[in-house]
T-cell receptor, first 114, second 113 residues
């Protein structure tokens, strides 16, 4: 069974530039999560999808961050424009559904904003 | 909002010995789930063990077990017979009834040969 795929693995941009991350969850997983993990901290949930609908985006900085999961499968997370404090690892995770406890994580995308 | 606290930024253990990682959480809910995740260096985060709050029995997965004290809001992880492959960052996580996950700041575990 293929795991959660994310790309790119690394990205370096300058502040005020835009960047997009892609995630392909495990086949059949209805729930998809995006987390931000700043160095030295635990993951912080940014947004959660159930199929192509948003379940929770209360911690997503909506003035600069956006995410979509149009066909209920893969998802993109965008930052526009990026700030220095956005430097972090962005993790994608998926689970079979909201009622299922086990999340499967991708390898993450490490973003450095200069 | 729920908070998860891991008060040990770093821990070390001799190979084959036992180590306990601490976690406390704050919640007003009675029904929730608790997790321990392992994040090896430059590798993906994986689930180690989970505990349903309504279950009194502590969860066990091979060498990993938890001590769940609901009244004290404490959820510690015990690793027995530590192995070199156990070296990683360990995160305690809480999931509420709204399926929101909250993670602690992590404990970096070093296993000494």
């Amino acid at each position: 069974e293929a795991g959660v795929a994310q790309s790119p693995r690394y990205k370096i941009i300058e502040k005020r530039q835009s960047v997009a991350f892609w995630c392909n969850p495990i086949s059949g997983h209805a729930t998809l999560y995006w987390y931000q993990q700043i160095l030295g901290q635990g993951p912080k949930l940014l947004i959660q999808f159930q199929n192509n609908g948003v379940v929770d985006d209360s911690q997503l900085p909506k003035d600069r961050f956006s995410a979509e999961r149009l066909k209920g499968v893969d998802s993109t997370l965008k930052i526009q424009p990026a700030k220095l404090e956005d430097s972090a690892v962005y993790l994608c995770a998926s689970s079979l559904g909201i009622l299922y406890n086990e999340q499967f994580f991708g390898p993450g995308t490490r973003l450095t904003v200069l | 909002a729920q908070t998860v606290t891991q008060s040990q930024p770093e821990m070390s253990v001799q190979e084959a010995e036992t180590v306990t990682l601490s976690c406390t959480y704050d919640t007003s809910e009675s029904d929730y789930y608790l997790f321990w995740y392992k994040q090896p260096p430059s590798r993906q985060m994986i689930l180690v063990i989970r505990q349903e709050a309504y279950k009194q029995q502590n969860a066990t997965e091979n060498r990993f077990s938890v001590n769940f004290q609901k009244a004290a809001k404490s959820f510690s992880l015990k690793i027995s017979d530590s192995q070199l492959g156990d070296a990683a960052m360990y995160f305690c996580a809480y999931r509420n009834t709204g399926n929101q996950f909250y993670f602690g700041t992590g404990t970096s575990l070093t296993v000494i040969p």
